[in-house]
């Protein structure tokens, strides 16, 4: 049970499980000198009334509390008929909620109750845990309380070799925690506030502070250990590319990036970097001038897409500026035929074919180089850490590999969840972008939004117009989508207007057709569900409409409006929406219509969702701890973060005497051994 419902399986988790707050049960406030300012409330009183009021939706139960100083009411909304049979009126009870205040009466909605002894709590000055549980296992008699009671039983066997410390005994002391010991006692039952604010300091710094180590120590051992390539030189395809083909001036960021990836290649260790750069900061020509590197030192790269579409643009636009240059550059997607896959295959294998752009076909087995040197992934959320340890395979030194990403992450919380990898940004726009203009318009307001895509296409522009996927069904998806595609053809009749559309649902070809026709300008209008999300790159489009925006998270948007202001004319993005959204709806548009900022969107995002949404990128346990919040406790996470390295800038395999008890505890975590199991 514990295990299935709370993660429990042992003896440490149960330690681990954590109260979700304390009650001092010696604090009752007396109920006439309750004032607005309080917020979590606990009183004692009798229950002078309990009884059912209002109809249908407005159905509750209203109880009064009553002290020798005033009435507190309390009210349920739901599980009317179960509190109506447990609470006995004329009986004391002790309640603890939310304080809230209904025509100026004190009220608290669905206090916690039980009955009260006014001895329990005299003399017994102790903060009572309180700890998560959930409704399951509630009606099994595990509730909360059940798992305190564990808790303490446990507490009061172990001793303190049961939890030895894990932290460098030098750090413990500058800092100023209680040993490990200590501090897990005093998160579950402490003397006091202040015991239990040094317990959970503590605790917040050693899971930060372990994550962190753990991520430099992958580091710093591939930094050390790992073979790789040197690209020693900078060959003539770089120079000749850099001086005759390269049709913009790099922005400083990008040559700054440059810099730290040949840094990075030119060592003999193998390059694990991740790019991020918001949408439009152009990190293509990063990675082409990289595989140009590559080239020059005699190795084969590959670029992968995560879709067909985003492969087949990268690869025309790289072949373009290619062009002339002795150099082969080939794609190979799932929709690559035999015929060709039996020229491309020989031909990668015997290293005639210096570029590939692929999809994760790059990854199937037949698929082989001569020498893989560089291996770029963009948009890389869409890719597993398995796909990625599958493209290493592919040479006998595993080739360096440039992670890119439009996904914004906060730079605090990338250093984190990236520990592991080496980090670049490029947070500098191309010159000469006119910063996109957002605006919210209701559906009603529809007519008004075509008008105005028609005036953009009379000045020559482009607009996309993005359904969600938002149904559980495909198929109501799709109905969905058609119903549009049908709406915006009544208003951009053929053939004076021609309109692409493109879903999960077609053939790689059909969606490639679609494509090609918008990128040449033969349409004007793309209809689309959010395939088009990531990446595609057409530069005269200069209107996205996003059809019931209220259903797109934020990072999705901000991805989404990407598609425009790619060009030198000014562009719009309008959000539409139905008329009611929610409010974290209303918030997402709020901030969408007030910054460009992809890295100022990403923290609001992580805000309204939370660490463990980013995007998938990873695992979102790799991100949620049991305590520490990355938001919240910045500060400790850079103190966690800073200490951490100067841990491991001195000492990089731990070897110290000093951090021993640190390696040992790391040792038993792989394979958490030793402790029983409870369920
Ligand atoms: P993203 O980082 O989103 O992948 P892209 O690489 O697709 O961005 O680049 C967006 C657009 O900006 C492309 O049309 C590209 O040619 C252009 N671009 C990239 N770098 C520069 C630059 N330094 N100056 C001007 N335009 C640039
Ligand atoms: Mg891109």
Request: net charge positive.
């Amino acid at each position: 049970m514990l295990k299935k419902e709370l993660e429990i399986f042992n003896f440490q988790d149960l330690l681990e499980h954590f109260p979700l707050r304390h009650i001092d049960r010696t604090r009752l406030t007396p109920i006439g000198s309750i004032t607005p300012a309080i917020d979590f409330l606990q009183a004692a009183g009798r229950l002078v009334s309990l009884e059912v009021m209002g109809e249908k939706a407005g159905k509750r139960l209203v109880g009064q509390l009553r002290d020798n100083t005033g009435t507190l009411e309390l009210v349920w909304f739901q599980g009317i008929s179960w509190v109506q049979k447990n609470l006995v009126l004329g009986s004391v009870y002790l309640v603890y909620g939310r304080l809230g205040f209904f025509l100026g009466l004190p009220q608290i909605n669905h206090p916690e109750i039980e009955a009260f002894t006014p001895d329990k709590a005299e003399g017994k000055n102790f903060l009572e845990p309180v700890y998560p549980a959930t409704e399951k296992l509630k009606t099994r008699g595990l509730g909360g309380r059940q798992i305190g009671k564990l808790t303490q039983q446990l507490i009061a066997m172990i001793k303190e070799r049961d939890l030895p410390e894990n932290l460098p005994g030098k750090l413990v002391s500058q800092f100023g925690f209680p040993s490990r010991y200590e501090a897990i006692r005093n998160m579950h039952f402490p003397a006091d506030a202040d015991t239990f604010e040094k317990a959970t300091n503590r605790i917040k710094f050693e899971e930060l502070f372990i994550a962190q180590i753990r991520m430099g120590l992958i580091k710093s051992q591939r930094h050390r250990y790992s073979q790789g390539n040197i690209f020693s030189q900078v060959g003539d395809l770089f120079n000749r590319f850099y001086k005759d083909h390269l049709p913009f001036e790099l922005t400083g960021a990008q040559k700054r990036v440059l810099r730290e990836i040949r840094n990075d290649t030119g060592h003999g260790r193998q390059m694990n970097r991740l790019l991020q750069g918001d949408v439009g900061s152009g990190k293509t020509i990063v990675a082409l001038l990289c595989m140009l590197l590559a080239a020059d030192n005699g190795f084969q790269s590959v670029l992968m897409a995560p879709t067909e579409i985003l492969a087949n643009q990268h690869y025309t636009g790289l072949k373009k500026l290619l062009e002339g240059m002795p150099v082969r550059i080939e794609i190979l997607t799932g929709s690559t035929k035999k015929s060709a896959r039996n020229i491309l295959f020989p031909a990668l294998e015997n290293g005639e074919v210096h570029f590939l752009i692929s999809t994760h076909a790059v990854l199937e087995d037949p698929v082989k180089f001569k020498n893989l040197g560089l291996a770029v992934v963009d948009e890389q959320h869409r890719f597993g850490v398995a796909q990625r340890a599958r493209l290493w395979k592919k040479a006998a030194i595993p080739p360096h590999v440039l992670v890119m990403t439009a996904t914004p992450i906060p730079r605090t919380l990338a250093m984190t969840a990236y520990g592991d990898l080496d980090y670049s940004v490029i947070d500098e726009l191309p010159p000469g972008r006119k910063p996109i203009k957002t605006v919210h318009r209701f559906e009603h307001a529809r007519a008004k939004v075509m008008d105005f895509i028609k005036e953009e296409i009379t000045k020559g522009r482009q607009a996309y117009i993005i359904f969600p996927l938002i149904e559980e069904s495909e198929k109501l998806d799709y109905e969905n989508l058609m119903r549009g595609y049908e709406n915006v053809k009544a208003f951009f009749p053929e053939p004076k207007y021609w309109i692409s559309m493109v879903h999960g649902r077609q053939t790689a070809l059909v969606k490639e057709t679609n494509m090609q026709r918008f990128v040449k300008g033969d349409t004007q209008i793309m209809v689309s569900t959010t395939v088009i999300e990531v990446g595609v790159n057409v530069p005269n489009a200069s209107v996205m409409v996003i059809e019931s925006s209220e259903k797109f998270g934020l990072s999705q948007l901000h991805q989404l409006r990407g598609r425009v202001g790619r060009g030198a004319d000014q562009s719009f993005c309008i959000l539409l929406t139905g008329v009611k959204p929610t409010i974290n709806s209303k918030e997402r548009i709020k901030i969408m219509c007030s910054t460009n900022d992809g890295f100022k969107i990403a923290e609001k995002d992580l805000e309204l969702r939370g660490p463990g949404d980013i995007s998938g990128t990873r695992q979102s346990g790799e991100l949620n701890f049991k305590l520490a919040n990355l938001l919240a406790d910045k500060q400790i996470m850079q103190a966690a973060r800073e200490t951490a390295q100067s841990i491991l800038d001195a000492d990089p395999d731990l070897n110290s005497p000093d951090n021993l008890q640190l390696k040992t505890f790391l040792q038993s975590q792989k394979g958490k051994t030793g402790w029983s199991r409870i369920s």
